[in-house]
């Protein structure tokens, strides 16, 4: 694909672009499936490949804990919806879970040129007629439609699935709360005050605020 080709860069707030395809539980239009969820979209580069087939097992094991936090979870990879349909019974063979979350059939990268979830790095992630394969993009998208994270890595490597566990209930916490997450944050940990929050009002509102900077200031939640 040239330059002038290329989709427009997706960046955090854009609002994820609509698309209709068939997937391994039917033909979906995107909108319509994100409906009012939060939805975690992500890419492989290929059927029945060693990295895919651990990461999706391991993405089936963890969907009852998505679905806790109202999120759906919807795969892309480059073949076709036959070929899906025999790669989930590997997964399930490798990893013992079931895949019940939809995987798109993206066998011409429709999707993956709309969200640019192609390899431009390494000229030999290609198919057999020379089209680029996915790598593994993950797009994490609220129900306002916005993408909040995108996260990319190379073919080689695996994703981190505690950390896309821990990516949505940082946005989450900071959604309900009004504040930010520091560093290797987890859930029950100390949050920061939003800067926009003046010291006085952050005490009036949240319990122990502790001030490090008059920039930095940390406090804890109330229990769940």
Known sequence: MSQ???????????????FQAETTQGPIDF?????DNWVILFSH???YTPVCTTELGEMARLEPEFKKRGVKLIGLSANTIGSHDGWISDIKDVSGNQVSFPIIG??????A???????YQDTTNVDSKGIAFTIRSVFFID???TIRTILSYPASTGRNSAEILRIIDSLQTGDKYKVTTPINWTPGDDVI???SIKTE?????FPNVRVVKPYLRFTSLPKA
């Open 113 to 119: 040129y709309l969200y640019d979830m192609l390899d």
């Open 143 to 145: 129900p306002k439609k």
């Open 106 to 111: 993206d066998k011409e990268r429709k999707v």
């Open 4 to 18: 002038e080709q290329r989709p427009a860069p997706l960046r955090l707030g854009s609002i994820a672009p609509n």
């Open 31 to 35: 909108h319509e499936f994100i409906g």
């Open 201 to 205: 009002q952050a005490k009036e509102i």
């Open 193 to 195: 005050v939003h800067p």
């Open 45 to 47: 580069p290929e059927d």
